[in-house]
């Protein structure tokens, strides 16, 4: 049974860095056949993908958030990590972890999301 | 982009209908989520039509054109939740959602 788990601080200041880390269990990165992805979704507001990571670190990104993101993974232990530099009270949101479904065109398990709020 | 009702009202044991509509609808498949508040959100609908393992068959989906639909058919309480489609931008790349649409149970 495939399990995601983000983990990190809630509260961050503006203009700092948002870090998140994502923990597989059920399932082994190392083995190469999904992409992992971050999901965010702000109160109220609808879904954006933000990017997604392979096991030797090959990258895609949102356009729109591509110039403060970057994406990481840790295959030795089984995780896979979010930075978001120079963050808003518009990155306020629940940022969901993901894998993306063979083919990587949809999504098929989710953690259950971590609120991150921007605030002084 | 991928245009959703912003909510939907039913009763229960009624159907519920959500659509989706986008212009690369027709090229790309579609995929339905349900997203209840401090759960991890849950696949309902692949490509288009098919049915995740462990999901009730009251929830089907199909397409037309530019627009698919999510149905629920006998809607039960346990099904009220926000419901998002997804699909891929104009090159096929990246992955975009709908609005979301709140399903809201009487």
């Known amino acids: 049974h495939v399990q995601l788990q983000e983990s990190g601080p809630g509260l961050v200041q503006p203009l700092q860095t948002l870090s998140l880390t994502c923990t597989v269990s059920?399932?082994?990165?190392?083995?190469?056949?999904?992409?992992w992805s971050w999901i965010r979704q702000p109160a109220g507001g609808g879904l954006e993908w933000i990017g997604r990571?392979?096991?030797?670190?090959?990258?895609n990104y949102n356009p729109s958030l591509k110039s403060r993101v970057s994406l990481s993974v840790e295959s030795s232990d089984n995780r896979f990590s979010l930075r978001l530099d120079s963050v808003t009270a518009a990155d306020t949101a629940v940022y969901f972890c993901?894998?993306?479904?063979?083919?990587?065109?949809?999504?098929?398990?989710w953690g259950q999301g971590i609120l991150v709020t921007v605030s002084s | 982009d991928l245009t959703q009702p912003p909510s939907v009202s039913v009763s229960p044991g009624q159907t519920a209908v959500i659509t989706c509509s986008g212009d690369a609808l027709p090229q790309r498949f579609a995929y339905w989520y349900q997203l209840k508040t401090g759960q991890a959100p849950v696949p309902v609908i692949y490509k288009d039509t098919e049915r995740p393992s462990g999901i009730p068959d009251r929830f089907s989906g199909s397409t037309s054109g530019t627009t698919v639909t999510l149905t629920i058919s006998g809607v039960q309480a346990e099904d009220e939740a926000d419901y998002f489609c997804q699909s891929a931008d104009t090159t096929g790349t990246y992955p975009i959602f709908g609005g979301g649409t709140k399903l809201t149970v009487l």
């Open positions: 059920g399932d082994s990165i190392s083995s190469g056949l999904y992409y």
């Open positions: 993901v894998r993306d479904s063979p083919g990587a065109t949809s999504f098929d398990y």
């Open positions: 990571v392979y096991r030797n670190g090959n990258t």
